[in-house]
């Protein structure tokens, strides 16, 4: 049975000992992303976002601990579950896994139903990028039943903006970055 491991001071993925890189890290690596607008701030405020998501999904959320601009964004993915209806599955949130046959690992957002439908949301508190497609589509090949890919686009004046992901050509994309990836990796052009 494999090892897998998820480090989260580092964000980086593990299996059987051995490093392997994350969907953001591939697609980076490949020049798909434009980082410019990447602060730590912003990434810290992701993070945030995230976990109270997740603590508030599971009914164990204080939210007097979230500070007063993280709260429109909660606020925000609140009204999208009002009113779609979206109903999350908790225990497949925030979970790191890994592709047993590509060796990549990513943190899947949510799973969930919507309008009846298997979906894969990734939450986001920026805008949309063309990237975010690839790296849904990433996380396509790591669940077992192929949902609808959207990105959820929390705002901080608590209104959201949900994104449909369905290029299938985002899957052939990744995984060319992820062979370009090994191709630098095997030869030591990596940072």
């Not at 964004?73 to 790191?96: H, I, M, N, W």
């Not at 957002?109 to 986001?124: R, T, W």
């Not at 959207?150 to 299938?168: A, Q, V, W």
Request: net charge neutral; proline share 4%.
């Amino acid at each position: 049975m494999a090892n897998f491991e998820y480090r989260d001071e580092d964000h980086t993925y593990w299996l059987n000992g051995i490093r392997i890189p994350g969907t953001t890290e591939i697609i980076k690596s490949a020049d798909l992303i434009d980082d410019t607008n990447f602060t730590p701030e912003s990434r810290d405020r992701g993070t945030r976002i995230h976990r109270a998501i997740l603590y508030w999904l599971q009914k164990d959320l204080n939210e007097r601990s979230v500070c007063e601009s993280d709260l429109r964004y909660l606020d925000a993915f609140k009204r999208f579950v009002a009113e779609t209806g979206f109903k999350a599955s908790v225990k497949e949130c925030e979970q790191p896994r890994y592709h047993p046959v590509y060796l990549f690992g990513g943190t899947i957002d949510i799973v969930g139903k919507l309008s009846g439908h298997y979906v894969l949301i990734d939450i986001k508190t920026g805008f949309p990028q063309p990237w975010h497609g690839l790296q849904l589509a990433a996380y396509l090949l790591l669940v077992h039943v192929p949902p609808e890919r959207y990105g959820l686009y929390l705002r901080s004046d608590g209104t959201y903006r949900l994104e449909s992901y369905n290029n299938r050509n985002d899957s052939k994309i990744f995984l060319s970055a992820l062979t370009l990836y090994g191709w630098r990796k095997e030869k030591g052009l990596l940072k």
